[in-house]
Structure formats: C-alpha cells, structure tokens
C-alpha cells in the first residue's frame, strides 16, 4: 500500500540551514508536496514538485527529489525561528482525484 | 478573502449527538476533499468529491457522511458522536488532481 515516511523530529539553531526528509512507496506519484503546519493553525502550501522534476527552489526552500530512491527532501536556508512548525510531506496519487497521503510529520525546533 | 473557509472553527459536543461541519471554496475548484488529524498529527484522506464521483476512505465509518449542495460547498454530517470523533477536521479543494488548498480546521471535541 501506500506509505509516506518522515523523522518526527528536528532541531537546528538559528540561521542554519535544515534539512528534512521523506521517502514515499508509490512510483506512480504525480506531484510531491511539502507543507506547513503552525502550532494551532491550518495547513500551508510550502511547495511542490512534479515526479519528473529532480530539484525545485523557491527563494530559502529547495526541494529535491530522488526518484530512484523514492525520496524527497526540504531544504530550508537560514532558519529562522519563525520557521518552527510541523512539516508535512504528501504524495498525490493517481487515478485517485488526486488524494493526498501524508506523511507523520516533521516537528522543526529553531533555537536562537 | 479566505479562500477555503470551514465554520465553526470549534466544535464541541455530546457523545451520542449529531453535528455538521460547513466547508466552502471560492477558487473555483471543481473538487472538494475532507481529512482528518488526530492528537497524534497524522492526517488522512476521508472523502474526495467532484460532480462525478465521491471516493470515500474504506476506514472511514459510515456515520460520516459528505453533502455537497453546489460545487463550492462540502459539507460533513457526523451522526452518533463518539469520542474516538474528536480531532481536527481539515477541508481542501483543487482542481481535479492538482494542489490542494487547505481550510483552517475545525477542532473537534467529544465529551
């Protein structure tokens, strides 16, 4: 079935850089995304990459994605406290409407 | 404007009672999709629903039911309240199989 990995856990200091990862058990993916979840608050689209696309960067975030591997990875520059959140990864599946599967998420700690 | 927008933001409620969530979308999506979170953060697909085709999580129970009177609106029916019900509730809407847009909850307590 479906899967969609994460670390549940991550802390960097200010003004590093951090790194999340995810892999994902469907080939058939179509769009790849990444999410954020503020304490309290909905969820915001980060960002997104199409399957057949290997690197996306928009302004501090770059995504990359490793098809063989089936893995994905956010890259956030200069980390800023305000950066603290949950980050989610999601795979939309085809033929499904496009439901999205999510993975656990990763809670990013930013410390001053 | 908010763009996906679910009311109430809070909900709380007796076990046993029946209760809807509103969800409405002014982007023009022509699909609409319900997901729940739980205490723990994990999220998963409900329903998913355009004109043509409702697709409905096997796990999901059949005390949850999606309406949809127009395009911008799904709406979700809980009868029977249980506590295991209570979570997060995240509407979102998208163009058949592109980004989803996602509502700002509703938070959800059974007593």
């Known amino acids: 079935g479906e899967d969609v990995e994460q670390s549940l856990f991550l802390s960097v200091r200010e003004g590093d850089s951090s790194v999340i990862n995810c892999t994902y058990t469907?080939?058939?993916?179509?769009?790849l995304y990444w999410y954020k979840q503020e304490p309290g608050a909905g969820l915001q689209l980060l960002t997104y990459?199409?399957?057949?696309?290997d690197m996306k960067q928009d302004q501090r975030l770059t995504v990359l994605l490793n098809k063989k591997d089936k893995h994905l990875s956010l890259r956030i520059a200069d980390t800023q406290t305000g950066d603290s959140a949950i980050y989610f990864c999601?795979?939309?599946?085809?033929?499904?409407?496009?439901?999205?599967?999510f993975g656990k998420g990763t809670k990013l700690s930013v410390k001053p | 404007d908010t763009a996906v927008s679910q009311t109430p933001k809070y909900l709380v409620t007796q076990m046993g009672n029946d209760k809807s969530i509103k969800c409405e979308q002014n982007?023009?999506?022509?699909?609409m999709y319900w997901y729940k979170q739980d205490s723990k953060k994990f999220l998963k697909i409900m329903f998913s629903?355009?004109?043509?085709?409702?697709?409905i999580n096997e796990t999901v129970p059949n005390r949850f039911s999606p309406k949809s009177p127009d395009k911008a609106h799904l709406n979700l029916h809980i009868n029977s309240l249980e506590l295991g019900d209570s979570a997060v509730y995240f509407c979102?809407?998208?163009?058949?199989?592109?980004?989803?847009?996602f509502g700002p909850g509703t938070r959800l307590l059974v007593l």
């Open positions: 979102a809407s998208s163009r058949l199989g592109e980004t989803q847009y």
């Open positions: 469907d080939s058939s993916s179509t769009y």
């Open positions: 990459i199409f399957s057949n696309m």
């Open positions: 999601a795979e939309s599946m085809r033929g499904s409407q496009g439901n999205l599967i």
């Open positions: 982007l023009g999506h022509d699909t």
């Open positions: 629903y355009n004109n043509k085709e409702l697709i």
